[in-house]
């Protein structure tokens, strides 16, 4: 092999002193994010954690899901109503805890936080659908991103090459400064945040001066609302569809042994011993959506909530078919529409009827609307 | 696959390997038009068969060209050739053009007549390759260079990646003789060229792009309800925007063939520095600029016919060559802009002080103006906002303004734009960064590198060029 020149010898030198150096520095950056600053790398658990720690001792109610959730209720059109329609002396404090990509798995570690908190809900409702439970676990890629650490990798690794997420993997230990920029420049100040996103905590007032002649309106209350949808929507809804839901979840379907199902009975058990009702909401979604979960997969998914709910003590509520695909404006959100009506019908239909500061209400679940 | 996105960076690492590990020369430049074809393929796999038509019309009229003694036939030979290039060119670029601009015509005349409607997709770097095509013919028909023999070559020639979609045009006299020269592995050059990758990166994805999405497309996609304050802003922003973004493309271009071991002409040389509009075109987009004088204005008569002519000349060159950019009116107006300026670059007197040092900013501010006022026609989405645009700088406007973080980024990047206009001219980098200790000079490449993570925006635009 010929001899480098100097200029030659100080290039390579130069080269790999930038490659050795920008590689410490990523881990570094990673390290930093998971120890130091662990709510850059998830920005959405900061902000409900700071929502709830305005008064963590008011959330008597708290949600916790996906962006469905997130997106599809209305905190205070829930506080009001329960307020009303239960009499309560002071109003419900509602949170909604729910966060994109939020399944089972991070549920768990969201209600950690929340108890370590102060948070202490007399009812905690939990989204449900088959994905959810699925053992395929879709959403770890996420999850990899903002939450799982250097010592969770060798219990996550199989789940990780099954699932196809060894790319998001690489990404969050190579190149942390990439996949976190924003929220990196966002936390010292050097981008702007996100505004205008709708309240996460109606904390409502500590007593209540209701009339005593105040009646609920319930049948304009529960008036489905003008939901035509325009031109197209149909297939938007398909496309969206094939968009958000990767086949891989629903292909081999199962639920026992998975990441999701033991992560969500686990997160039962500790509601119960904590005293906090546990309520499973099915989350609606389109009948073009429905259509994927085919008869096997029900059949699993029901199974399944009947033997936990059995064993945990919790109910769940089926609400998948309650809304028109009108008041959606994708295969599985919903509208500004959409969520007004889902937030009364489960707070009139669902939530009240359960309420948990009447004792003696039986825990059966109600008819859909 | 685009340079600024991941997959690009896998795949060239696979090519750069492969590529270095191969021994003989000939093997390493057929791996390269592979990799050329999968890069161009991974577009739309169908217009590599437009590219090889074309490519084999001119390389079979090129041998001929050489081959023939009669100067007629040599002639004629050139012209099948230009033909060829310029109708493929013509029939995707500039037919929906040529339709809609009858039907105007027609509907103003009073004529009713129905166009027939078009859908075609414009191939990538069409523009480009059908310029170099060109060149080569007509160099093999002036006897500047020998006909390529081998139609590897002259594939490789017009398909090498790094330069196949934007730029730059280059030569065939600058780039085939690198063909027959074997190679060797170079720490040098790979240094030199990952650091130009980077600095087009930045240049690309930090300063054009985010000065596109916070100053830029707003403004320009409503300019009636914006004031002069934001319509200026966002003037001198796309300024720099396109600066950045197609000198940002060549530096990735020109240090990806450096990686490889090839030497791409340079196409950028701080423009914006230039004290004249002649001077100017001498920096900017050089490798289109000399095309045009070498390829079009010379054989139009260039300055040899008198005064008149010379302009005529200089204003058709000009509106010619905003014709390429694209099939819209504005970018013939820029062109013909450009061409007027010149023109009367010429034909204004300049007395010995305009060469002073006091007078060169004046001469460069008025220049970097008078391009500015140019790039609204190029940018404006149609004349009448390009109007609107122009009324707005030059009357007192009322109307929205921009936010305090747009502006704050707008002049950030200008100074970062000052910054490295002023270090590219006055200080000898090279020199200076042998100075420094190389664990320093690597540490300072390693934090560029993460800079650059840090800044880039959440989303990424395309190249401006790529639409040409």
């Given at each position: 092999?010929?001899?480098?020149?100097?200029?030659?010898?100080?290039?390579?030198?130069?080269?790999?002193?930038?490659?050795?150096?920008?590689?410490?520095?990523?881990?570094?950056?990673?390290?930093?994010?998971?120890?130091?600053?662990?709510?850059?790398?998830?920005?959405d658990a900061e902000k409900v954690l700071s929502a709830a720690a305005v008064r963590p001792e008011r959330a008597d109610l708290v949600f916790l899901g996906s962006s469905r959730f997130e997106t599809g209720l209305d905190v205070c059109e829930i506080g009001t109503l329960l307020e009303r329609q239960q009499q309560l002396p002071r109003a419900c404090g509602v949170l909604n805890a729910a966060v994109?990509?939020c399944?089972p798995?991070l549920a768990e570690f969201l209600v950690d936080q929340l108890l370590e908190a102060g948070v202490q809900p007399r009812c905690l409702v939990l989204e449900m659908?088959?994905?959810l439970?699925?053992?395929?676990?879709?959403?770890?890629?996420?999850?990899?991103?903002?939450?799982?650490?250097?010592?969770?990798?060798?219990?996550?690794?199989?789940?990780?090459?099954?699932?196809?997420?060894?790319?998001?993997?690489?990404?969050?230990?190579?190149?942390?400064?990439?996949?976190?920029?924003?929220?990196?420049?966002?936390?010292?100040?050097?981008?702007?945040?996100?505004?205008?996103m709708p309240p996460r905590y109606n904390l409502g007032a500590d007593t209540v001066d209701r009339p005593a002649?105040l009646t609920i309106?319930m049948?304009?209350l529960l008036?489905?609302?003008?939901?035509?949808?325009?031109?197209?929507?149909?297939?938007?809804?398909?496309?969206?569809?094939?968009?958000?839901?990767?086949?891989?979840?629903?292909?081999?379907?199962?639920?026992?042994?998975?990441?999701?199902?033991?992560a969500l009975e686990r997160l039962l058990g500790r509601c119960r011993q904590q005293g906090i009702r546990v309520l499973l909401v099915g989350v609606p979604?389109?009948?073009?959506?429905?259509?994927?979960?085919?008869?096997?997969?029900?059949?699993?998914?029901?199974?399944?909530l009947?033997?936990v709910c059995?064993?945990y003590g919790c109910t769940f509520v089926s609400c998948?078919?309650w809304?028109?695909?009108?008041?959606?404006?994708?295969?599985?959100?919903v509208?500004?529409?959409?969520k007004r009506y889902f937030s009364r019908l489960l707070a009139l239909r669902v939530l009240a009827p359960l309420c948990p500061d009447d004792a003696s209400t039986s825990a059966s679940a109600p008819?859909?609307p | 696959?685009?340079?600024?996105?991941?997959?690009?960076?896998?795949?060239?690492?696979?090519?750069?390997?492969?590529?270095?590990?191969?021994?003989?020369?000939?093997?390493?430049?057929?791996?390269?038009?592979?990799?050329?074809?999968?890069?161009?393929?991974?577009?739309?796999?169908?217009?590599?068969?437009?590219?090889?038509?074309?490519?084999?019309?001119?390389?079979?009229?090129?041998?001929?060209?050489?081959?023939?003694?009669?100067?007629?036939?040599?002639?004629?030979?050139?012209?099948?050739?230009?033909?060829?290039?310029?109708?493929?060119?013509?029939?995707?670029?500039?037919?929906?053009?040529?339709?809609?601009?009858?039907?105007?015509?027609?509907?103003?005349?009073?004529?009713?007549?129905?166009?027939?409607?078009?859908?075609?997709?414009?191939?990538?770097?069409?523009?480009?390759?059908?310029?170099?095509?060109?060149?080569?013919?007509?160099?093999?028909?002036?006897?500047?260079?020998?006909?390529?023999?081998?139609?590897?070559?002259?594939?490789?020639?017009?398909?090498?990646?790094?330069?196949?979609?934007?730029?730059?045009?280059?030569?065939?006299?600058?780039?085939?003789?690198?063909?027959?020269?074997?190679?060797?592995?170079?720490?040098?050059?790979?240094?030199?060229?990952?650091?130009?990758?980077?600095?087009?990166?930045?240049?690309?994805?930090?300063?054009?792009?985010?000065?596109?999405?916070?100053?830029?497309?707003?403004?320009?996609?409503?300019?009636?309800?914006?004031?002069?304050?934001?319509?200026?802003?966002?003037?001198?922003?796309?300024?720099?925007?396109?600066?950045?973004?197609?000198?940002?493309?060549?530096?990735?271009?020109?240090?990806?063939?450096?990686?490889?071991?090839?030497?791409?002409?340079?196409?950028?040389?701080?423009?914006?520095?230039?004290?004249?509009?002649?001077?100017?075109?001498?920096?900017?987009?050089?490798?289109?600029?000399?095309?045009?004088?070498?390829?079009?204005?010379?054989?139009?008569?260039?300055?040899?016919?008198?005064?008149?002519?010379?302009?005529?000349?200089?204003?058709?060159?000009?509106?010619?060559?905003?014709?390429?950019?694209?099939?819209?009116?504005?970018?013939?107006?820029?062109?013909?802009?450009?061409?007027?300026?010149?023109?009367?670059?010429?034909?204004?007197?300049?007395?010995?002080?305009?060469?002073?040092?006091?007078?060169?900013?004046?001469?460069?501010?008025?220049?970097?103006?008078?391009?500015?006022?140019?790039?609204?026609?190029?940018?404006?989405?149609?004349?009448?906002?390009?109007?609107?645009?122009?009324?707005?700088?030059?009357?007192?406007?009322?109307?929205?303004?921009?936010?305090?973080?747009?502006?704050?980024?707008?002049?950030?990047?200008?100074?970062?734009?000052?910054?490295?206009?002023?270090?590219?001219?006055?200080?000898?980098?090279?020199?200076?960064?042998?100075?420094?200790?190389?664990?320093?000079?690597?540490?300072?490449?390693?934090?560029?590198?993460?800079?650059?993570?840090?800044?880039?925006?959440?989303?990424?635009?395309?190249?401006?060029?790529?639409?040409?």
């Amino acid at each position: 092999m010929a001899r480098l020149n100097q200029g030659q010898r100080r290039a390579r030198a130069k080269l790999i002193w930038a490659a050795s150096l920008f590689v410490a520095a990523q881990l570094l950056a990673g390290l930093l994010l998971e120890h130091v600053w662990p709510w850059v790398r998830f920005p959405d658990a900061e902000k409900v954690l700071s929502a709830a720690a305005v008064r963590p001792e008011r959330a008597d109610l708290v949600f916790l899901g996906s962006s469905r959730f997130e997106t599809g209720l209305d905190v205070c059109e829930i506080g009001t109503l329960l307020e009303r329609q239960q009499q309560l002396p002071r109003a419900c404090g509602v949170l909604n805890a729910a966060v994109p990509a939020c399944d089972p798995f991070l549920a768990e570690f969201l209600v950690d936080q929340l108890l370590e908190a102060g948070v202490q809900p007399r009812c905690l409702v939990l989204e449900m659908s088959p994905e959810l439970l699925s053992r395929y676990h879709n959403w770890l890629g996420f999850h990899l991103i903002r939450l799982l650490r250097w010592e969770d990798l060798p219990a996550r690794l199989p789940d990780v090459v099954r699932t196809g997420n060894v790319q998001h993997l690489l990404c969050w230990r190579l190149l942390p400064v990439l996949l976190h920029r924003q929220q990196i420049l966002q936390h010292f100040g050097l981008a702007p945040e996100l505004s205008g996103m709708p309240p996460r905590y109606n904390l409502g007032a500590d007593t209540v001066d209701r009339p005593a002649n105040l009646t609920i309106d319930m049948k304009k209350l529960l008036c489905l609302p003008a939901c035509d949808p325009p031109p197209g929507h149909q297939e938007a809804i398909r496309q969206a569809l094939a968009h958000n839901t990767p086949r891989r979840w629903l292909l081999n379907y199962r639920i026992d042994g998975g990441a999701n199902a033991a992560a969500l009975e686990r997160l039962l058990g500790r509601c119960r011993q904590q005293g906090i009702r546990v309520l499973l909401v099915g989350v609606p979604v389109t009948e073009t959506h429905r259509q994927t979960w085919t008869p096997p997969i029900l059949a699993a998914y029901h199974d399944y909530l009947s033997r936990v709910c059995a064993a945990y003590g919790c109910t769940f509520v089926s609400c998948h078919d309650w809304l028109p695909d009108g008041l959606f404006r994708d295969n599985h959100h919903v509208s500004e529409a959409g969520k007004r009506y889902f937030s009364r019908l489960l707070a009139l239909r669902v939530l009240a009827p359960l309420c948990p500061d009447d004792a003696s209400t039986s825990a059966s679940a109600p008819a859909s609307p | 696959m685009n340079f600024i996105k991941s997959a690009f960076v896998g795949y060239f690492c696979v090519v750069f390997l492969v590529y270095w590990s191969i021994r003989t020369q000939r093997r390493r430049l057929l791996w390269l038009l592979a990799a050329s074809c999968f890069f161009y393929m991974s577009w739309n796999p169908w217009f590599i068969l437009l590219i090889f038509a074309s490519t084999s019309v001119d390389y079979l009229v090129a041998l001929q060209v050489e081959r023939t003694p009669d100067p007629t036939r040599r002639r004629l030979l050139v012209l099948l050739s230009v033909a060829v290039n310029l109708s493929i060119l013509a029939g995707f670029k500039y037919a929906l053009f040529a339709l809609r601009t009858t039907q105007t015509l027609c509907t103003a005349l009073g004529i009713p007549v129905a166009m027939p409607t078009l859908d075609v997709i414009l191939p990538l770097g069409i523009s480009f390759y059908t310029f170099e095509a060109i060149s080569y013919v007509v160099d093999v028909y002036r006897g500047k260079i020998a006909a390529i023999r081998s139609p590897l070559d002259y594939a490789l020639y017009i398909l090498f990646f790094p330069h196949l979609v934007a730029g730059p045009i280059v030569r065939s006299g600058d780039f085939v003789p690198q063909l027959g020269r074997h190679k060797r592995f170079s720490w040098l050059r790979l240094q030199a060229g990952i650091e130009l990758f980077v600095l087009g990166l930045i240049k690309k994805a930090v300063i054009a792009d985010h000065l596109a999405q916070a100053v830029v497309d707003p403004v320009f996609a409503s300019p009636g309800t914006y004031g002069s304050a934001a319509l200026w802003l966002a003037t001198l922003g796309y300024a720099l925007q396109i600066y950045g973004d197609f000198s940002g493309y060549s530096d990735m271009a020109i240090g990806l063939a450096h990686m490889l071991g090839f030497k791409l002409p340079a196409n950028f040389n701080m423009p914006y520095f230039a004290g004249n509009i002649a001077e100017f075109w001498r920096r900017w987009h050089i490798s289109l600029s000399s095309w045009l004088r070498d390829y079009l204005y010379v054989p139009l008569g260039g300055n040899r016919h008198g005064t008149w002519s010379t302009y005529r000349n200089l204003l058709l060159t000009m509106a010619l060559g905003g014709l390429w950019h694209g099939a819209n009116w504005t970018f013939i107006l820029w062109g013909a802009y450009h061409g007027m300026l010149l023109a009367l670059h010429r034909a204004c007197p300049k007395p010995a002080w305009f060469q002073s040092l006091w007078f060169r900013p004046v001469a460069g501010l008025t220049t970097f103006l008078s391009v500015c006022i140019g790039w609204v026609f190029f940018r404006a989405q149609s004349l009448t906002d390009a109007l609107t645009i122009l009324r707005g700088l030059f009357a007192p406007t009322a109307g929205e303004v921009l936010t305090e973080s747009s502006v704050h980024l707008a002049l950030a990047c200008a100074a970062v734009m000052l910054l490295g206009h002023l270090l590219g001219t006055f200080v000898r980098l090279r020199r200076l960064e042998q100075r420094l200790q190389v664990g320093v000079a690597g540490a300072a490449l390693a934090a560029v590198v993460i800079m650059y993570f840090l800044l880039l925006p959440q989303d990424s635009k395309g190249f401006i060029y790529f639409q040409f």
